[in-house]
């Protein structure tokens, strides 16, 4: 059962699932706050839940259509594509005066 889940597992499923687990980890210790701020704050976070939500579906709907390997090689094109345009957009800002 356990080889068969992480033949299965992607990279998008992966950053979705920390990403759930983050947001509701810091919304329920935001909420628990005695400050009026950081208890709407706690609220506003639980709004993001959607996002990873989406995307873990979207994920799962490819890898059962596509297979986790094809998946897996098109989500890590799409992740080196954010990166190398966060690396530009740096370079961009640190050439600016």
Do not use: E, H
């Not at 356990?2 to 992607?10: R, S």
């Not at 920390?18 to 919304?27: D, F, H, N, P, T």
């Not at 706690?42 to 998946?71: E, H, M, S, Y």
């Amino acid at each position: 059962m356990k080889i068969q889940f992480l033949n299965k597992m992607t990279v998008f499923f992966g950053l979705g699932l920390a990403a759930l687990l983050g947001i509701i980890v810091s919304s329920i210790i935001m909420t628990s706050q005695n400050g009026m701020n950081q208890r709407l704050q706690g609220w506003v976070n639980l709004l993001w839940l959607p996002l990873p939500v989406l995307i873990i579906i979207i994920d799962r709907i490819c890898t059962r259509k596509f297979g986790a390997k094809q998946t897996n090689k098109i989500q890590l094109y799409i992740l080196g594509a954010l990166v190398l345009l966060f690396a530009i957009n740096l370079l961009r800002l640190q050439m600016q005066i």
